[in-house]
């Protein structure tokens, strides 16, 4: 396998995660100027995030199998266009089924297509050895483009509207289109499955560690995407710290997720993943119980060690979910850890929804905080009883070529 051919497949797999990254997160920062422009209430704007995350989840599997079929380059390119036409269909919303429809089902389909499972698609398609640390490496792609393009899309927001913000975002994946097209191929020796390959994977359904696994990566989703990506920045904006500011902390958290990704990539290479998830998910469920006691109207350092700390936690989860897909089910890893993260997806719409209710209800975000952060602990519990699964070593021949 040409080595130099695998990168240049992961470098265009990582732009398009990258531009496909920045649409997850923007909706968290348009609850505000939706809510004052367009007087819709933040429930309203929630469903569409609902909406969002659940089509994102769900798109991630089916992806996986349609990648399969007819080849990782023709979704992905598809995805692109997809989140390019939902945000410049939602500069045009004049009413919140439009939000729902634009950015809930186009921009989560497109989204869902370059998730977490096109990353995990690529990596066994193309690497035999070290292929925690590239799962957790193309992981980190989406992170930076969860994250760090925040403060620019939300000074873009503050400067000249939400809907710059959304034309942006439709030029960057316009623009990222045909260097993906380029790069992004299947390998010709890996034959493309046929429907009985994939109609057999649905077999995992009857198995306890793919509920297990889908539990635990649903509360993921829950005390990330649900809460963290979506009420975050109006949070604090609740507390009197300006929204730029809180963005600027969301972007934070992301260049320490990818430290944090890449480090737990390099860890599943070597440790069991199961006491890697319990750990994850105890310290996330901790800090989260002590947000409430942190937000404020300024930056002070124990808010600063919060974000420091979500950050290397927040997605250090995906590397060790694969592994544990991969070490029950073999060659369909992708295809179930595609349907692993639509429960992500489940419970981060669930919660994102439920969040915006709870604050038009109560004032405030804290019982949002409080509850993700049990829900961590309980599942911290919960990954120890998966099974660990059979492991895959590689052969010293296998990793001379990877």
Not at 51 to 64: E, K, Q
Request: proline share 5%.
């Amino acid at each position: 396998m040409d080595t130099n051919r695998k990168w240049i497949v992961a470098a265009g797999a990582a732009l398009a995660i990258v531009v496909a990254g920045a649409f997850s997160t923007l909706a968290g920062l348009l609850v505000g100027p939706l809510h004052e422009e367009l007087g819709w209430s933040r429930s309203a704007v929630g469903l569409g995030s609902l909406v969002n995350m659940v089509v994102y989840g769900a798109t991630a599997p089916f992806a996986a199998a349609l990648m399969n079929r007819v080849g990782m380059r023709k979704v992905a390119t598809g995805a692109l266009g997809l989140v390019g036409g939902g945000a410049l269909l939602a500069t045009t919303m004049t009413a919140p089924w439009q939000f729902v429809l634009y950015w809930g089902v186009l921009v989560g389909l497109g989204t869902g297509a370059t998730a977490t499972t096109f990353a995990a698609t690529v990596t066994e398609r193309w690497f035999v050895a070290r292929r925690g640390l590239v799962a957790g490496l193309l992981t980190a792609a989406s992170v930076v483009g969860q994250f760090v393009f925040l403060p620019l899309l939300s000074w873009v927001i503050d400067a000249w509207g939400w809907r710059a913000a959304a034309y942006g975002l439709a030029f960057a994946a316009a623009g990222a289109l045909p260097l993906v097209y380029a790069a992004v191929r299947d390998p010709e020796a890996t034959p493309l499955h046929d429907n009985v390959r994939i109609k057999g994977a649905v077999n995992f359904l009857r198995s306890g560690p793919f509920w297990l696994l889908a539990g635990t990566f649903a509360v993921c989703g829950a005390s990330t995407n649900g809460v963290m990506w979506t009420h975050f920045a109006p949070a604090a904006h609740d507390h009197g710290m300006p929204t730029t500011v809180a963005a600027s902390l969301l972007s934070l958290i992301g260049i320490f997720n990818v430290a944090g990704t890449v480090t737990s990539g390099w860890a599943t290479d070597r440790y069991d993943p199961r006491r890697l998830l319990a750990a994850y998910y105890a310290l996330r469920g901790v800090s989260l119980l002590a947000l409430p006691l942190l937000l404020s109207s300024t930056v002070d350092p124990p808010l600063v060690a919060f974000t420091v700390t979500f950050g290397l936690l927040d997605v250090a989860t995906v590397p060790p979910t694969i592994a544990l897909c991969r070490a029950h089910y073999g060659t369909d890893a992708p295809v179930v850890f595609g349907w692993v993260s639509a429960a992500h997806q489940v419970g981060a719409g669930s919660v994102a929804y439920v969040g915006g209710a709870v604050r038009d209800v109560f004032g405030s975000y804290d019982l949002v905080w409080v509850g993700a952060g049990v829900l961590c602990a309980v599942v911290a519990l919960l990954a120890l009883v998966i099974e660990r699964g059979q492991r895959q070593p590689c052969s010293p021949e296998a990793q001379l070529t990877a």
